[in-house]
Every structure is written in C-alpha cells, then in structure tokens.
C-alpha cells in the first residue's frame, strides 16, 4: 500500500528565505506526482504535476523534482513571501491499473513572516 | 474557463439525514473522483469514474455512501443515515484521463 510522508507537519520562515518541502513515498511505482496548495477553509490548488519520467518541473517561484527511485520529491520556493502562508500537499498517482486516486500525504503548513 | 464546481459550500444536518453533494466537473474531463478531508485523516479517496466503465467504489468508507455520474459530466455523492463520524469536507476533482486532477471548493458536511 502507498504511503506518502511529508515532514515536517508545519514550517515557519522569515520573508525572502528559500525553503525546500519534502515529500517521500514508499513505493516508486508511481505516474506522476502532484504539489497541491490548500488555504485554510479551501479546495486544493494543483501547483506543477511532474510525469514518473519527468525530473523537474518549475513554475514561476516554484520548483518541484523528483527523484522516482528513492522515493522522493521536493518543492523548492524562491524568495518566500507572506502570501506562499499555505498548507502544501503532495499526492501520487499509482502507476498500475486503470485508476489514478491520488494518495495524498498530510501537507506541510507553512508560515511566512513579514 | 470555468473550473469545477460543488454544491452546497456548506451543509448541516441532523444524524440519521440523507445527503447529497453535487459535482459539476471541468467540461470534457473523462476523469471524477470523490475524496473526503477529515482532521486527523487527511484527505482520502473515496471513489472514482472514468468514463463509461465501471466506477472503483474501493474508498468508500461504508454501504451509507453511493455516488453516480449521470451522463458522463454530473456527479452525486450521497450518504444515507448519517453519523456524526461523517463530518468532514468532501472535495471533489477531475481530470483528462490520468493527467492533472483539478479540485472544487468542497462541501463542509457537518453532522449535528
């Protein structure tokens, strides 16, 4: 059974700081992994989708890699600022059979202080 | 364009009250899943069409829940007799085949 980690469970910075989210997984068999956002009282916001052949993906401020066989992903963001304040979610998408469900780790809340 | 959309935002209803949450996914998604967000449990899967073929219903948490997608676009997530257990927020979420899933807003079911 999949299972995805993030740790730790909440993080929080100085303004202008980089920072790195981890995600790790348990089996690498896996078709793409998402990095989702969450605002408190919200739905999930998708931030990049990185295929299981895919090694990074950026997107403005935000990059997120991949590294399949150890099971790992990052999300890196430049230059913090109060407004990236979010819960940050990653989920997997198994790679086998016709069902794509996302298994979803707990998030990682992150503050960012002015 | 427009993204998908739940309703009701938010429910309150009385133990032992049926329910039903709507979805209207992103037009010409092939893809409709059901999760469900509860404190302590994160979000978890709960069931997913793609499709014509047959729903996975593997999430369901209890034979209290069904759901069915009309037409390939609507989807309804009922719970029957609900239980106090059952308050959550449920997201539902779609997606091109297996590509990128695109999340509503939810539906913050609370069960008094």
């Known amino acids: 059974k999949q299972e995805v980690t993030q740790i730790p469970a909440a993080l929080s910075v100085p303004e202008g700081e980089n920072l790195v989210l981890n995600c790790s997984f348990t089996d690498s068999a896996i078709y793409n992994l998402q990095w989702f956002r969450q605002d408190p009282g919200k739905g999930l916001t998708s931030l990049l989708l990185?295929?299981?052949?895919?090694r990074e993906q950026t997107s403005g401020r935000l990059n997120a890699s991949l590294d399949k066989s150890s099971g790992r992903s990052t999300l890196y963001i430049a230059a913090s600022q109060p407004g990236d304040s979010a819960t940050y979610l990653c989920?997997?998408?198994?790679?086998?059979?016709?069902?794509?469900?996302?298994?979803f780790g707990k998030g990682i809340t992150l503050s960012v202080r002015p | 364009g427009a993204g998908v959309s739940q309703s009701p935002s938010n429910k309150v209803t009385e133990k032992g009250k049926d329910v039903e949450l709507r979805c209207d996914p992103i037009s010409g998604h092939t893809a409709l899943y059901w999760y469900r967000q509860s404190l302590g449990q994160g979000l978890e899967f709960l069931i997913y069409f793609q499709g014509n073929s047959a729903p996975d219903k593997s999430g369901l948490p209890s034979d209290r829940f069904s759901a069915e997608r009309t037409g390939g676009s609507v989807s309804t997530l009922t719970i029957q007799r609900t239980q106090q257990e059952d308050s959550a927020v449920y997201l539902c979420?779609?997606?091109?085949?297996?590509?990128?899933?695109?999340f509503g807003p939810g539906t913050r079911l609370t069960v008094l």
């Open positions: 989920a997997v998408t198994p790679r086998s059979g016709a069902n794509s469900k996302l298994t």
């Open positions: 990185i295929q299981s052949s895919q």
């Open positions: 979420a779609s997606s091109f085949h297996h590509n990128e899933q695109f």
